[in-house]
């Protein structure tokens, strides 16, 4: 096969080219919708064993311990409009009543965790229209 077929010939000026550049693109979106999924279940993961015991299963912090603590509503807009980088901030060194998770935790799993702290935000609109 010479240059011809590839970019002016055989597959049309150029737009066989296109075509498997948008498969590309295609592909490289599912593999990173896949990738935040898994990331979202690994934070899953790791909330229930780090962070429901204040925060609750719903994130809400109304759990006894939550309640004496005072921990943060996850689905409130105080917490919700923080960036990732404040979250990663605050479970990492910890603030007021919550401890600091940095030596538990490793980055990933911190961002992994955040990642799932943001489906709080989706399911606390849900529940509001119910």
Not at 12 to 17: A, E, I, M, Q
Request: proline residues 2%.
């Amino acid at each position: 096969m010479d240059d011809r077929s590839v970019v002016g010939g055989q597959w049309g000026g150029g737009s066989g080219l296109r075509v498997v550049m948008a498969g590309l693109l295609l592909l490289l979106g599912v593999r990173l919708a896949a990738a935040q999924e898994n990331g979202k279940a690994a934070g899953a993961a790791t909330f229930k064993v780090k962070c429901v015991l204040c925060h609750g299963a719903d994130g809400a912090g109304n759990t006894p311990l939550g309640k004496q603590l005072q921990a943060a509503n996850l689905r409130s807009k105080e917490v919700q409009k923080l960036s990732d980088e404040e979250l990663h901030k605050v479970v990492h060194d910890g603030q007021a009543n919550m401890p600091p998770f940095g030596e538990q935790l490793t980055d990933d799993e911190i961002s992994q965790v955040i990642q799932y702290v943001r489906t709080f935000a989706t399911s606390a609109k849900t529940a509001k229209k119910q």
